[in-house]
Each structure stands twice: as structure tokens, then as C-alpha cells.
């Protein structure tokens, strides 16, 4: 063997030692750059000054009319990729009369699970998951027989929902984790809703296991794993993953002007706990219409409705919410959780999305899919699930 000097040796397993740590201290077991984002094949029109500003008073009417009494959030409208109307409006903190700014990230709720079904099929694009293995291939000690990837994506796996179960019999003085979750099914085994594949039942637990199954295969905790794989390559500066470390920094959320305190559910992640803003969510929304992130076909496929035992406008993709009527094709996701009330519809055909963030609670804000109709040209007063 050739003699390396000592100093030498050193400097080598300095370098060796630096490159395999994360940026949390934690060893990594593979490159973070191994998930490639695609080149762009899809190119937003640009509006001219006189579209913008037409499109900018049409939706201004209705937020004046319909959404900005009482509210407290933001909101974000584009039209082929360009902002057409932006508004920040209330406090972030009650208490301390902190402004809400574009810079400000909000709970997203439910509409976490487009991401986090993203990253899954990102996994299945890299060639290190597939869409038919079972969930007993990653947690072999569930009893829960016959559930695929695919069925957790696509709410068809009939697993109880983990928001009911752990209410019967968690210590609610302990924050609960996604591993006390998994342990919990484990030890406790609460029965199925339905048989596997069998129907449509959305479920929390769904993606709170996908978020386990990313930890799983990266070898990263999954808000590590989000923030350097998904959200700085995408520019999201503003987005990032709450978790247990992070409850001294908890900013509540509102009923009137009550705040709702933490509770034991509040660190589990993967279905929710995703914070973000208005405008990094147009980012993540470019990224979906120019396949940046996930190749058409993928996308496409989970933009395709998986559920069809009940014939409806209403469906379910892979992580998104469908709704088909009338040549009326929106792909979304709505999310609630204590006083947040999300939306993130994309008016696919007329490429235009609206982004609406509250954090406190607001049924109104659930109406801002009727500004769909103003790109549509069609009145739709049907609502889309919350």
C-alpha cells in the first residue's frame, strides 16, 4: 500500500467526514443532488400590461364583495404564470399585532399532501419506490394486509384515520410523532374502514405513512428531506416542514380572536404541517405546469381520477383533489386545520391558480374556487370539498 503522510490522511478524512454530513449534523445516505429537477417544456405566455389589468379588476371585485370582510390572510391569483392579484390583510399574531407580509408562511393544511405525494411519485420517477409495493414491505410489523403505495396516494387503502384512533387512548399531554402513530397502529391495530382498494375513503393516515415511507428511503427526516430536495430547488426560500423541534416557535392560528392552543396531533406530518406562502405556492405551481419536478407522464397520471364506484364530479388523483363538470377541469387541494382554511385551485385548461391563505378560521374562504369562473367564462356554483 502507498505511504500517505499523516497530515494528508487527515485532510482526506476531513473531507470525507464534511461531505456525508447533513445540513441538520445528521449522516446522509446518499447525495442530496441526486433528485434532478427536468428542463422547463412548457412556456407560460406572457400577459400584456392591459390583460393584467383587466383580469386584476375582475378578481378585485369579487375578494372586495365576497371575501375581504372578515378576513385574515393571503391571497395570490395568476393568469399563465404572472400574478394578477396579490393581498395581505390582517395579523399574523393577535396578540403581538404582527402584520401579515408576502413573506409570511401560513399552515397549509391538507394541501401539504400534493407535496408530499409528489415526493413519493419523485421516489417512484428515480426508480427507488413502485406504486404496487405493499406498506408492509416498509413497516412489516402492521397487520394491515394488501395496502399498496398506490392506495395510500389515492385514499383507496381503507386505513382508519389516525385524527380518530389516537383519540381513544394517547396520553394527550404527549405530543404525538409520526413513529408514535405507526407504534401506536402496531400495538393497537384499529380496524380498517374497508377492505383494501374497495373505495374512496380520504384518510390522514394515508400520507402521514407516505411521509415515514420518504424517511424510509432517503435516510433523511422528512422535513430535511422536503427542504433540500423539494422546496430550496424550487426556490420555496419561505417553505418548510413543522415538526416537534419546532413547537417553542408555534404560531397559532385563530377562532375569531381566540388563538387554538398546540394539541397532541399538532407534530405529526406528511398529511399537514407544511407551511408556506402565497408566492412560493406559484412556484410550486409553475413547477407543475412545466414538469420541473415530475415528468408529464407521472403527473399526468396523478391528475387522472382513481375512484369510480360512484359516478360524480368529484374525484381523487394521486395527492389531488379533481373536479370535472362541464368541460370545467380544476385539479386542486383545500386543507383545515384548527383556524387555518387553505385553497390552491388550478384552473388547468385557462392555466390560472388561486392561492388563498387564512389563519383564521373562515368558510369564506372556501368560496375563492368561484373565481375559477371568472377565467372560465362558466357560473359554477357547485363547492369543491373542503
Known amino acids: 500500500m502507498k505511504y500517505i503522510p499523516p497530515i494528508l490522511a487527515i485532510l482526506i ?6 461531505s456525508c454530513k447533513e445540513s441538520d449534523g445528521k449522516t446522509a445516505a446518499f447525495q442530496k443532488d441526486s433528485l434532478l429537477l427536468h ?7 406572457k400577459l400584456s400590461a392591459k390583460e393584467v389589468a383587466y383580469w386584476n379588476e375582475l378578481v378585485d371585485s369579487y375578494y372586495t364583495k365576497n ?4 378576513f385574515n390572510g393571503s391571497i395570490l391569483v395568476a393568469k399563465n404564470g404572472d400574478v394578477v392579484f396579490e393581498k395581505y390583510l390582517g395579523y399574523i399574531n393577535f396578540e403581538t399585532k ?3 407580509t408576502e413573506n409570511t408562511p401560513f399552515h397549509l393544511a391538507s394541501i401539504s399532501k400534493t407535496f408530499t405525494g409528489m415526493a413519493i411519485l419523485k421516489m417512484v420517477e428515480e426508480g427507488r419506490l413502485g406504486l404496487d409495493d405493499p406498506i408492509t414491505k416498509f413497516f412489516p410489523q402492521l397487520s394491515y394486509k394488501g395496502v399498496t403505495v398506490h392506495m395510500l396516494l389515492d385514499h383507496r387503502s381503507g386505513l382508519p384515520n389516525y385524527l380518530d384512533f389516537m383519540d381513544s387512548a394517547w396520553d394527550k399531554k ?27 375513503h380520504y384518510c390522514n393516515t394515508n400520507f402521514m405513512l407516505l411521509a415515514l415511507i420518504l424517511e424510509k428511503i432517503t435516510a433523511q427526516p422528512y422535513p430535511v428531506f422536503m427542504r433540500d430536495s423539494v422546496f430550496l430547488p ?26 387554538f392552543p398546540m394539541d397532541y396531533l399538532d407534530c405529526t406530518y406528511g398529511d399537514k404541517n407544511i407551511y408556506s406562502t402565497v408566492n412560493d405556492l406559484l412556484l410550486w405551481d409553475k413547477s407543475l405546469y412545466q414538469h420541473t419536478f415530475i415528468n408529464k407522464p407521472l403527473l399526468d397520471m396523478a391528475f387522472t381520477p382513481q375512484s369510480h364506484e360512484v359516478k360524480t364530479m368529484h374525484n381523487y388523483g394521486l395527492g389531488w383533489r379533481l373536479f370535472n363538470n362541464q368541460n370545467e377541469n380544476l385539479i386542486y387541494h383545500n386543507g ?3 383556524g ?7 384552473v388547468y385548461e385557462d392555466t390560472a391558480t388561486i392561492i388563498i391563505l387564512g389563519n383564521k378560521f373562515n368558510r369564506n374562504i372556501y368560496k375563492g374556487k368561484d373565481i375559477a369562473n371568472l377565467f372560465t367564462g362558466k357560473k359554477d356554483e357547485l363547492n369543491l370539498a373542503e
Open 13 to 18: 478524512a476531513l473531507f470525507i467526514y464534511s
Open 39 to 45: 428542463k422547463p417544456d412548457f412556456a407560460f405566455r
Open 67 to 70: 371575501l375581504a370582510p372578515g
Open 98 to 100: 404582527e402584520s401579515i
Open 174 to 200: 404527549r405530543k404525538a410523532t409520526n413513529e408514535d402513530v405507526l407504534q401506536f397502529m402496531i400495538d393497537h391495530k384499529p380496524p380498517i374502514q374497508a377492505p383494501p382498494n374497495r373505495v374512496f
Open 234 to 259: 424550487l426556490g420555496m426560500k419561505h417553505t418548510y416542514v413543522f415538526s416537534i423541534k419546532d413547537t417553542l416557535s408555534y404560531v397559532p392560528t385563530y377562532l375569531g380572536n381566540k388563538s
Open 336 to 338: 383545515k386545520w384548527h
Open 340 to 346: 387555518s382554511n387553505t385553497v390552491f385551485t388550478r
